[in-house]
């Protein structure tokens, strides 16, 4: 059902020192920040030949991963994304299963424009996931 991996984003505690190792250390093509206060982040994309990573910095008051870098100071993997083709299908097919879907269940427009989910990572391996339509 899971098709590509769209991408694996990092929580960082210093958005600058991040993309510039990104971009010196390891030699790959880094965005610049783009704000996304809808999602209370600011993204920095790295884009590698066949995925990307997104870096991650808690935008405004309620960001989602002000709590994860409260427990990881130093950062750390936050999530997965893979693609489906059929984000209320892959839903349906993973609540019958017993996974929890996060949130209220329906899918959201997120960081790409595109719809998307959250899996609860006690369901995954300890990872939490998410799902975009691709
Ligand atoms: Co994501």
């Given at each position: 059902m899971i098709g590509r991996l769209n991408h694996v984003a990092i929580?960082?505690?210093?958005?600058?020192?991040?993309a510039s190792?990104?971009?010196?250390t390891l030699g790959a093509k880094v965005s610049d920040p783009?704000?996304?206060p809808g999602h209370g982040v600011t993204v920095v994309f790295?884009?590698?030949?066949?995925?990307?990573?997104?870096l991650l910095h808690p935008?405004?008051?309620?960001s989602p991963i002000q709590a994860f870098l409260d427990k990881n100071p130093s950062g750390g993997m936050h999530h997965l994304c893979y693609e489906v083709d059929d984000i209320l299908a892959a839903r349906d097919k993973l609540k019958g299963e017993g996974a929890r879907v996060l949130g209220n269940g329906e899918p959201k427009v997120g960081a790409h424009g595109k719809p998307v989910l959250f899996l609860h990572?006690?369901?995954?391996?300890?990872?939490?996931?998410?799902?975009?339509?691709?």
């Open positions: 929580a960082v505690p210093d958005l600058e020192k991040a190792m990104y971009r010196s783009v704000p996304e790295v884009e590698l030949p066949n995925t990307k990573i997104e935008l405004g008051e309620a990572p006690k369901d995954f391996c300890g990872t939490l996931v998410e799902l975009e339509q691709a």
